[in-house]
C-alpha cells in the first residue's frame, strides 16, 4: 500500500542573532498509510511539534519535502487537521458555536456549518451540552469538544498535540478508548504525540522514538497488536515488550 503522507529527509533550523543557528529537526523521513494511527514519542523539546508546524504549514522546512498522495505540501494549509495542546475553546461562545468555528473561518454559512456539527454531537457524546459554555464541561469533554472542530473540516489527516496531556490516568484512559472508538467510526488518518509510552503503544499501529534535540528518528516499530484494544491488553506480554524496548531506545 502506498503511503498517503510521505516525510522526506526534513531538516529545520532557526536563525540566532549572533549568526548561528538553532537545529530541531535532523533527517527526518517517515511514511504514514492511509488509515493508520502513528504515535511519535521523545524527550520534551526535542522538535515534535515543529514537525507537527511543518506538515500543518504553518512553518517551512530548512530541507527536505512532505508528500501528501504524491504532491508536495510545504507552506501549504488546509492539508490536514490539527489539534494543539490546549483545547482553545472561546468562553463567550457555546459548544456548537466553538465546534463550528473553524468552519466559519473557513467561510461556511453559520447555518450550514451548526446542521452539520449536529450529526456529529451524539457521536462525541456532546448533544446535551450543544448550548452549554466551556466552563460547564469537564476537562475530557472540552478536548472532545476541541477534537470535534478539528474533524468538522473534513481533512483525512488529523495531528493530536498530546490532546490528553493534561487529564488525570482514569479520565485519560477513558479518553482514549474513546478515541479509538470515533477512529473506528471516521477512520481518519491520526499522527499523535506523547510523551506517555503507554498511551503511544495503546493507541498506535506504529510508534516512532525521537532522539534528544536536534530529533532524529532512533526507532521505530509498529506495535502489531489487535485491532480491538482494551484496558486489559495493557499486561498482555507484547504490551510489555514494546515499553520495555521504547524504554530502552529513549534512554539510548
Same mark, same amino acid.
Given at each position: 500500500?502506498?503511503?498517503?503522507?510521505?516525510?522526506?529527509?526534513?531538516?529545520?533550523?532557526?536563525?540566532?542573532?549572533?549568526?548561528? *543557528?538553532?537545529?530541531? @529537526?535532523?533527517?527526518?523521513?517517515?511514511? $504514514?498509510?492511509?488509515?493508520?494511527?502513528?504515535?511519535?514519542?521523545? %524527550?520534551?523539546?526535542?522538535?515534535?511539534?515543529?514537525?507537527?508546524?511543518?506538515?500543518?504549514?504553518?512553518?517551512?522546512?530548512?530541507?527536505?519535502?512532505?508528500?501528501?498522495?504524491?504532491?508536495?505540501?510545504?507552506?501549504?494549509?488546509?492539508? !490536514?487537521?490539527?489539534?494543539?495542546?490546549?483545547?482553545?475553546?472561546? %468562553?463567550?461562545?457555546?459548544?456548537?458555536?466553538?465546534?463550528?468555528?473553524?468552519?466559519?473561518?473557513?467561510?461556511?454559512?453559520?447555518?450550514?456549518?451548526?446542521?452539520?456539527? !449536529?450529526?456529529?454531537?451524539?457521536?462525541?457524546?456532546?448533544?446535551?451540552?450543544?448550548?452549554?459554555?466551556?466552563?460547564?464541561?469537564?476537562?475530557?469533554?472540552?478536548?472532545?469538544?476541541?477534537?470535534?472542530?478539528?474533524? @468538522?473540516?473534513?481533512?483525512?489527516?488529523? @495531528?493530536?498535540?498530546?490532546?490528553?496531556?493534561?487529564? =488525570?490516568?482514569? *479520565?485519560?484512559?477513558?479518553?482514549?478508548?474513546?478515541?479509538?472508538? $470515533?477512529?473506528?467510526?471516521?477512520?481518519?488518518?491520526?499522527?499523535?504525540?506523547?510523551?506517555?509510552?503507554?498511551?503511544?503503544?495503546?493507541?498506535? =499501529?506504529? !510508534?516512532?522514538?525521537?532522539?534528544?534535540? %536536534?530529533?532524529?528518528?532512533?526507532?521505530?516499530? =509498529?506495535?502489531?497488536?489487535?485491532?480491538?484494544?482494551?484496558?486489559?491488553?495493557?499486561?498482555?506480554?507484547?504490551?510489555?515488550?514494546?515499553?520495555?524496548?521504547?524504554?530502552?531506545? @529513549?534512554?539510548?
Amino acid at each position: 500500500m502506498n503511503n498517503q503522507l510521505e516525510i522526506k529527509k526534513l531538516y529545520k533550523e532557526y536563525p540566532l542573532s549572533e549568526g548561528s *543557528t538553532f537545529e530541531t @529537526l535532523q533527517d527526518i523521513s517517515m511514511g $504514514i498509510k492511509k488509515g493508520e494511527f502513528v504515535s511519535i514519542i521523545g %524527550p520534551s523539546g526535542c522538535g515534535k511539534s515543529t514537525l507537527f508546524n511543518l506538515i500543518s504549514g504553518i512553518e517551512i522546512p530548512t530541507k527536505g519535502d512532505i508528500l501528501l498522495e504524491g504532491n508536495s505540501i510545504i507552506n501549504s494549509r488546509g492539508h !490536514v487537521g490539527y489539534m494543539p495542546q490546549k483545547d482553545h475553546l472561546l %468562553p463567550w461562545r457555546s459548544i456548537i458555536d466553538n465546534v463550528i468555528l473553524g468552519m466559519e473561518i473557513k467561510g461556511i454559512n453559520k447555518r450550514e456549518a451548526r446542521e452539520k456539527a !449536529v450529526n456529529y454531537l451524539d457521536i462525541f457524546g456532546l448533544k446535551e451540552f450543544a448550548n452549554e459554555y466551556p466552563s460547564a464541561l469537564s476537562g475530557g469533554m472540552r478536548q472532545r469538544a476541541a477534537l470535534l472542530r478539528t474533524i @468538522l473540516l473534513d481533512n483525512e489527516i488529523l @495531528l493530536l498535540d498530546e490532546p490528553f496531556g493534561a487529564l =488525570d490516568e482514569i *479520565t485519560r484512559l477513558n479518553m482514549q478508548n474513546w478515541l479509538l472508538s $470515533i477512529r473506528k467510526k471516521l477512520m481518519n488518518t491520526i499522527l499523535l504525540i506523547t510523551h506517555s509510552i503507554d498511551e503511544a503503544i495503546y493507541l498506535s =499501529d506504529k !510508534v516512532y522514538v525521537f532522539s534528544k534535540r %536536534p530529533a532524529r528518528i532512533n526507532y521505530a516499530i =509498529d506495535t502489531c497488536l489487535p485491532k480491538e484494544r482494551n484496558p486489559a491488553i495493557l499486561t498482555d506480554k507484547r504490551f510489555v515488550e514494546l515499553k520495555k524496548e521504547i524504554l530502552l531506545q @529513549l534512554n539510548s
